[in-house]
Nanobody
């Protein structure tokens, strides 16, 4: 069983930045596909960004140029740097790891508001 601890959320003003972290309890982290998803109230969960085990990244159109996903295999952690945040980025953000099965973090709330 892999446990994920995602953190870094909070309240930020529009235009501000946050960095989310997701630490995984596994010694085979380098094999995992990793991603960040978000779910806003009354909306479906959506993919925000992903990074494969060989470093290929993918972003939702709504965050391209503002968000950056990265991973540190030595620290078994995946990050999401979020810049130029907008009110519509407000959501609970979840990290997901995939290797044979999916593992999800419990989520961290990001609120963008003045």
């Amino acid at each position: 069983q892999v446990h994920l601890v995602d953190s870094g959320g909070g309240l930020v003003q529009p235009g501000g930045s946050l960095r989310l972290s997701c630490a995984a309890s596994t010694n085979i982290f380098s094999f995992f596909f990793t991603g960040w998803y978000r779910q806003a109230p009354v909306k479906q969960r959506e993919l925000v960004a992903s990074i494969t085990n060989n470093g290929m990244t993918n972003y939702a159109d709504s965050v391209k140029g503002r968000f950056t996903i990265s991973r540190d295999n030595a620290k078994t952690t995946v990050y999401l740097q979020m810049n130029s945040l907008k009110p519509e980025d407000t959501a609970v953000y979840y990290c997901k790891l995939h290797y044979v099965v999916d593992y999800w973090g419990k989520g961290t709330l990001v609120t963008v508001s003045s």
